[in-house]
């Protein structure tokens, strides 16, 4: 019997195939501290940083951002590029 397995995908399908099921990490947004620069967008290979869809605001008036834990690999990129180190990586539940 021939079975066929597809072991790669085609570039631009991981909106297609939610990615963050294997990840060990997650970023935790420290809201209070954000100041809405959009760097975690801007460095996140997958695009899952952006301003939170309500337009919650912080105790400084800036509106915070979030992300899609379905596509989340736990890199920690957006992290390691916050200037205000608003990001946090922790052990994912």
């Known amino acids: 019997m021939l079975m066929?397995?597809?072991?790669?995908?085609?570039?631009?399908?991981?909106?297609k195939n939610k990615t963050g099921g294997w990840r060990?990490?997650?970023?935790?947004f420290l809201?209070?501290?954000?100041?809405?620069?959009?760097?975690c967008n801007l460095v996140c290979p997958e695009n899952i940083c952006y301003p939170n869809k309500k337009k919650k605001k912080n105790k400084s008036g800036k509106?915070?951002?979030q992300s899609d834990l379905k596509y989340c690999k736990?890199?920690?990129?957006?992290?390691?590029?916050?200037?205000?180190?608003a990001i946090i990586m922790q052990l994912d539940k």
């Open 31 to 39: 809201h209070e501290k954000c100041i809405a620069c959009n760097m």
């Open 4 to 15: 066929k397995y597809k072991l790669a995908v085609k570039p631009g399908t991981t909106r």
């Open 24 to 28: 060990t990490y997650v970023p935790k």
């Open 74 to 85: 736990g890199c920690g990129i957006c992290a390691e590029n916050c200037p205000a180190k």
């Open 63 to 65: 509106i915070y951002y």
